[in-house]
């Protein structure tokens, strides 16, 4: 005896629809990591604006901590979001998360410097990247989710990897504002008023993202769980069933987005400072070289995700990581030389490793977990592993490559490498146990196709006990589970 499956399981994703949930996801998520990633293309003169009378390298050191201090929140910010996620809805999250974001960055270009109030400025910009991170904490788990659960099984790879194409464009219109400022202005006007300029245009910028997040509508695979709601066991704990039932999920995404997020942060948020504070080159030249980078990531980005949809998501990551313990070491010593041509190379050596995992994680770490505690278990662990490794890269790179230096080491300025190199090793293990989602339903779901013809061809294939598709490890447990509609197995 199996169960049947039927036309109410499967669910048929229309095209328009899709196209304008994830579009809607990924403009909204590059929206806000714009308002992220100006503090760290800024952060050089940051430092002089509110850490004027300490050195140069140990104002970048505490203007790295005023950075990193979001990411000390951004797990409590999880812990809120992503459970409310799961019990109302992902896109009236997502919603409140845009607001608090645009409010944090808008609140930061009005903020007088540490000339006109002392030691109260620096402070008040801790205060506005802590409601930063705060919101942040449920962006990433809450937009990857929705993308997930919107996506047809065969194409989630492709899908997911818009939502870092938004993010990558977020970081490239920030730096770019940056980089005009820098040129067009002169460095008594920059820190004077010019560096608040790409804060104010948050405020616009959160009001678009509104806009279009609250004309989405909430995700099926949510809204058929709110319609069994009255059915499912434990509804009102998911934190018990999240450490229960989910541990291992939660210890692989942890590792997936250590790699993850290390390299991301160390190539897109680390390497203009880089640059600039230890090879002493021109800001708004590395600035440049950082943009375009990342401009060609984008281009490649929907390819990646189309590789993890074909081959699976595992090889892609296994290349990823392979790719960094190898290139690193090679990659920073070209960005070491005088050479531009040859700084770029090894910058986008970088970038083309870094595209495996931004095109294909987005759509492996909501298939770790289940539909019921996806976006809190998502955004939990998620927020965790990036508070303790992966926004922290920044300040623990500087740091350490100014205590080597000091102490007179001849490779500190190696240890960006060695950092990404040890970063991979721990992805290797964790992509080792990861199970391989590509082209099945989300665990807690049913299948979900492009069309009705997709949705008769895979019942028909269930159907037959023989095909590959009946034998798959999803057909097997969705035979296998609840009363509904049993039938003669093979009929």
């Known amino acids: 005896m199996r169960r049947r499956l039927t036309n109410d399981d499967v669910t048929v994703v229309e095209e328009p629809l899709l196209k304008r949930a994830v579009a809607a996801a990924a403009l909204g998520n590059g929206m806000e990591w714009f308002d992220f990633g100006v503090f760290a293309y800024l952060t050089t003169t940051l430092a002089r604006v509110f850490y004027p009378s300490l050195s140069p390298t140990l104002s970048v050191i505490l203007t790295f901590a005023t950075f990193t201090a979001a990411f000390v929140v951004r797990p409590i910010g999880g812990a809120v979001f992503g459970p409310l996620g799961d019990r109302i809805g992902r896109q009236k999250v997502l919603a409140v998360t845009m607001i608090m974001m645009a409010a944090g960055t808008f609140a930061i270009g009005f903020l007088p410097d540490f000339n006109t109030i002392g030691v109260w400025a620096p402070l008040l910009l801790l205060v506005a990247r802590l409601v930063q991170g705060f919101s942040t904490g449920g962006e990433y788990g809450g937009a990857a989710t929705f993308i997930a659960e919107y996506s047809p099984d065969k194409r989630r790879g492709f899908m997911g990897s818009w939502l870092e194409f938004g993010t990558l464009g977020g970081y490239?219109?920030?730096?770019?504002?940056?980089?005009?400022?820098?040129?067009?202005?002169?460095?008594?006007?920059?820190?004077?008023?010019?560096?608040?300029?790409?804060?104010?245009?948050a405020g616009p910028l959160g009001l678009v993202g509104l806009y279009l997040r609250l004309k989405l509508e909430e995700t099926p695979a949510f809204q058929k769980q709110q319609e069994e709601a009255a059915s499912r066991e434990s509804a009102k704990t998911p934190f018990l069933r999240l450490f229960a039932e989910n541990w291992r999920a939660l210890l692989v995404c942890i590792g997936l987005v250590l790699v993850f997020n290390v390299t991301d942060y160390m190539l897109l948020s680390y390497m203009p400072t880089y640059l600039t504070s230890t090879l002493g080159r021109d800001a708004t030249n590395g600035l440049i070289l950082v943009i375009v980078v990342m401009v060609l990531m984008m281009?490649?980005?929907?390819?990646?995700?189309?590789?993890?949809?074909?081959?699976?998501?595992?090889?892609?990551?296994?290349?990823?990581?392979?790719g960094f313990l190898v290139l690193s070491w090679p990659a920073l010593k070209l960005v070491q030389t005088e050479s531009t041509v040859l700084v770029f190379v090894g910058l986008l050596l970088l970038g083309l490793v870094l595209v495996t995992f931004t095109s294909t994680m987005p759509s492996t770490l909501p298939a770790l977990f289940p539909t019921i505690?996806?976006?809190?278990?998502?955004?939990?662990?998620?927020?965790?592993?990036?508070?303790?490794f992966g926004g922290t890269t920044p300040l623990v790179t500087e740091s350490l490559v100014a205590w080597a230096t000091k102490s007179g080491f001849a490779w500190a300025n190696d240890i960006p490498a060695f950092y990404l190199m040890i970063a991979a090793v721990i992805g290797l293990v964790a992509v080792w146990f990861t199970k391989e989602t590509a082209n099945i339903p989300l665990l807690g779901s049913g299948p979900s196709v492009a069309t009705e013809e997709e949705a008769e061809e895979l019942i028909a294939a269930y159907a037959d006990e023989s095909s590959e598709v009946a034998q798959a490890d999803w057909a097997v447990e969705f035979a296998a589970s609840g009363p509904i509609d049993i039938v003669p197995a093979g009929r």
């Open 172 to 201: 490239v219109l920030g730096a770019s504002l940056v980089t005009v400022l820098q040129f067009a202005m002169s460095e008594e006007v920059l820190l004077s008023w010019g560096w608040r300029i790409p804060f104010l245009v």
């Open 299 to 322: 281009a490649v980005i929907g390819l990646g995700g189309r590789l993890s949809d074909r081959f699976g998501r595992r090889p892609v990551l296994f290349a990823g990581c392979l």
């Open 373 to 388: 505690i996806r976006y809190g278990a998502l955004a939990i662990a998620f927020n965790v592993s990036v508070s303790l």
